[in-house]
Structure formats: C-alpha cells, structure tokens
C-alpha cells in the first residue's frame, strides 16, 4: 500500500530540490501518495498565517512530510515556520547524519557522525527581555523530561542502527544547573543501554576534538543551542550545508528537511543542489519501512557525485537541480 506523504515545497529554491527530490522517491521502487499544501511567504497575503492549520492538520494525518525550505523575514514579519513547525507538533528530535561522500570538496575523508539535537527548549524557549534600557535576559530552560527524551531516541537510534557509542554534550562544569541536569538525565538514561557506550564532553573541548579528531565519535546527543552550533560544523566536515539533510521527529511525527535555508539569490535558477533534500527523503523512507528504496537512492547519489559529470555548481559541476536528478534516477536503474 502507498504511504500518505505530505509534501510543503516551502520557498526560494524549495520548489525545485522538492520536485527534484519527488521525481527521485517515486522512482526508487517506494510507494508514496503526495499530498501537496502550501506554507510560507506564497499563503502568507491570501491565508493571513505562513503556517495555515490545514498544513499541521495534513502532517496530523499522514504523520510524515517532506518539506523545503521556508524563508524567515529578519527583524520584522512573520516568526519562522520551521520553528513553529516543531513546536505545534512536538518535534523533539532534530536528527542530522553527517556522513563523507567521496567526489564532494571536504577536508576530511570518512565522516561518519549523527548529531541528535534537542529541538524545543534551551535558549530556544523564546523566554528573553530588556531589563532597564542596558541590559538583557534570556533564559535558558533545560527540563528533565526534555532531556530524558532526546537521550532516550540517542540510545535507541544507536541501537537500532548499530552504531558504537553515544556522547552527551554539555558545558556543565560552568552551568551547573541546567546543563547540569542534562547530564545527569544523560548518564540515567544511558545506564539502561549496556550494549551502547556512553561518554560526556564539554562543549568547547568537543569542537576541537570534532576538527583534530572526528574518528573518534559516532552520536552525539546535544541540548538545543550547542546541538546548532556541532551540527553545522559536522555539515562543514563532509563539505557543507549542499549536501546535509535533517529530520525532525517526534513519538507521532516527522517532518523531513535539509539543514540549509531557502538561498533566495538562487530561486528559480535550476541551480540549486538537490542532494540534501534527496538525502533527507532516504532517511524518510527509511523511516517510513523503505530501506531498500533508501538505499537504491542513497548509492545513485554517491555514484553522481563520485563520477562528477551531472552535478551542480557547489560540486564543482555546471548541472541544474534537474539534470542531477535525471542522473541519479538513471543510476538507479
Ligand atoms: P541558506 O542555507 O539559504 O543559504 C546560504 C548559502 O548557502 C546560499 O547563498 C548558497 O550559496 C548556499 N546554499 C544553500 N543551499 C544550497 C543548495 N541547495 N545548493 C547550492 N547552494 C546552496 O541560508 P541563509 O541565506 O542564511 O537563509 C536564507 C533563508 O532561509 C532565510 O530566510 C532563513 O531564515 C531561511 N532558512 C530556512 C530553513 C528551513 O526552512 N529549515 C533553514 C535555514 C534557513
């Protein structure tokens, strides 16, 4: 039977990656039916909203979607969709895959690392205001259920996916408190998983290590803010935000992105690189049961890329999104 997939072709370069990213699944042996709503700046003037109630309800329902990127205004304007989005459906997890593909400019060969991002509190809280005209306060908020969970899906994604070792990252020996309360949620959790190895790191001490020394991790499980910062330098590790996809999940849905924004300069161009987005569709097949079909893709992708004749711009190429995506439904078959 079809899984029922929502599909928010979001804006700027969106809409390409996400046709290209479609074209892509529906020829990789998976069954999907699409089901297309709009969010973002294009229902902003006729829907009054950028995230309309029948946008969560279709995700309520199919309880998956494929999403491009959606543009934030700076300073004025609507908040971002892409927050709101994990907040409304309680997307706890922000799952980033940082893995090396040979034929993409990196400095560094093999990566293999999963960054498990807390995704709804933290810094992230939104709980921040003046104090006297000089001054600011902005909260960070760490609870132990929020903790627990995020830990929890660490532990159970490294199990599941036979990974070695799982690392909570935090900068408690300054915050005693609140990372300190992630840590020690961390290290409860973790004792319940004895066939998966568990360490901490401090924060700081981590980025260095992640620069001199990938090698040595595998996941690493970070509250919100930190989780930010560690994900994009993994991005960078294996070549940058053209090719690192995302999820973001929940106990009841998910919702699956690349980690990059919508680059409005290239909107329309057939420039964009499609690679994230595909990439983030096999980790919604094989989310959704579809480890074949994931795996069909995932080695189309690193065949592409690997003989280097049909790719974009950022990949050293002079291929559109589209002709990439041509290729690798070719390699597929
Ligand atoms: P961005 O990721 O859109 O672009 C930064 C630069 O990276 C681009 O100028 C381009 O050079 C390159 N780039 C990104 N994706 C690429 C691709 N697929 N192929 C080739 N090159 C690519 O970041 P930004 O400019 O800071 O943000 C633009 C908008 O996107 C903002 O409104 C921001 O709020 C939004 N945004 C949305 C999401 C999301 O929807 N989840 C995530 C991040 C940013």
Redesign the pocket.
Known sequence: MAHAVTLIP?D???PE?VAAARRVVDASGAEIEWRTVEAGEAVMESEGTPLPERVLDSIRETGVAL????????GSGFR???VALRKQLDLYVNLRPALSIPGVRSRYEDIDLVVVRENTEDLYAGVEHMVGEDAAESIKIITRKASERVVRFACEYARREGRRKVTAVHKANILKYSDGLFLETARQVAAEYDDVEFEDRIVDNMCMQLVQKPELYDVLVLPNLYGDIVSDLCAGLVG???VAP?ANIGDQMAVF??????????AGQD???????ILSATLMLRHLGEGEAADRVTAAVRQVIGAGEHV???LGGDAGTAEMADAIIAAMQ
């Open positions: 979001g700027g370069i969106g990656i999403k491009g990127p959606i543009t934030t205004p700076v971002s969709v892409n940058g935000l053209g995302g992105e690349p980690v990059h924004g919508s680059a409005p300069k290239y420039k964009a690189d499609p690679t994230a987005t974009t711009y950022d």
